[in-house]
């Protein structure tokens, strides 16, 4: 029996060995049931992967490569799965309430990541080009991935679909073949569910998709392509031009009757989970029910990935449609003269 326990123990030490980061807790991590049958099962190595894959040079990019962070690396029908289980972990400073803004501020840094570099690399070694996508992209990728409605929030679980990059590779041609997209997910730390803290610390997990031509193909049937046009950030190595395509000057609403419904409907869910108060719920569900038409022209270009999400952290937080920080400032100005 000391000698069964003896092997649980070292499997899991050898399991976690892989996932430490700066931001790990001391807290106890206990394995689920499909945890503790994934270390006794069969692991496919990395050359058993790349031989069944429609894209080879892909895949061998990211399973013979060490990637920071990645936990698990699992083949998909015509694609590939990464995840970054704890990505972000503690017990003592990335709270509930602020967990959300935590993660998007770090978002930016994705694009330049073990496994952004890794892609980015395989696309130029053949010649390719691509294109990288705001988060409204990356959110429409990801559902039309999974055709239909994306996991909504609950009481122990968020949901973030909208504060990645989203890079998807095109052939001469013009045709997608490849896409890299991500999702993460935010949970209470063990520690605060047991305490029942209302405004616990979190753990944040990543999931990164890799999207082969095979996959893109099924992708295509429930794509929204001007949603993706309209976040277009960059292209390189593409034709098309290297900044967001200029969108119509016709006036267009900054948030649509079923995006503020979804919008009100994540708040209310916040609301429930504790992270949000009356108070900041009412406030904010306001700001979204009153948000106006803002037009949006072919001079408004953001210049960099940091500036794109503090524009679309700006928008969230007062129902506009800004797409620069130039139109924020004559924004804030215009107002400021309002008031005096």
Request: aromatic fraction near 8%; charge should be neutral; glycine fraction near 6%.
């Amino acid at each position: 029996m000391k000698c069964w326990e003896h092997v649980v123990s070292l499997s899991m030490a050898v399991m976690l060995s892989g996932c430490a980061s700066s931001y790990s807790d001391s807290g106890t991590f206990i394995p689920s049931p499909k945890d503790v049958g994934n270390m006794f099962a069969k692991k496919e190595t990395p050359q058993d992967i790349i031989a069944k894959s429609q894209d080879k040079e892909l895949t061998q990019a990211f399973v013979e490569g060490k990637i920071a962070k990645v936990t698990s690396i699992n083949a998909l029908p015509y694609g590939l799965l990464l995840e970054c289980k704890r990505l972000y972990e503690t017990d003592s400073f990335i709270y509930l309430s602020k967990s959300r803004q935590f993660y998007r501020d770090k978002a930016p840094d994705f694009l330049k990541d073990d496994i952004a570099k890794a892609y980015i690399d395989t696309i130029q070694k053949r010649g390719h080009g691509y294109s990288i996508y705001n988060g409204e992209g990356n959110q429409a990728l990801l559902k039309a991935y999974v055709g239909g409605a994306l996991k909504e929030n609950t009481k122990t679980e968020i949901y973030m679909y909208d504060s990645d990059f989203a890079i998807v590779e095109y052939n001469k041609s013009g045709e997608k073949v490849s896409a890299l997209i991500r999702q993460a997910r935010i949970e209470p730390s063990q520690l605060g569910s047991t305490m029942g803290d209302k405004d616990p610390a979190v753990t944040i997990h990543q999931n990164i998709f890799v999207l082969f031509e095979g996959e893109l193909q099924k992708v295509a049937l429930n794509l929204n392509n001007t949603t993706l046009q309209n976040n277009l950030y960059k292209s390189v190595g593409l034709d098309a031009p290297s900044a967001p395509i200029a969108v119509s000057t016709t006036a267009s609403p900054s948030v649509t009757s079923d995006s503020k419904a979804n919008k009100i409907k994540e708040l209310h869910e916040l609301y429930k989970s504790g992270a949000l108060s009356e108070d900041e719920y009412n406030k904010e569900k306001t700001k979204i029910l009153n948000s106006d038409v803002k037009p949006v022209t072919s001079n408004s270009v953001t210049s960099s990935p940091m500036e794109a999400m503090l524009v679309q952290k700006f928008n969230q937080q007062n129902g506009t449609n800004f797409t620069s920080m130039k139109e924020i400032q004559e924004y804030a100005i215009t107002k400021k003269q309002q008031q005096q």
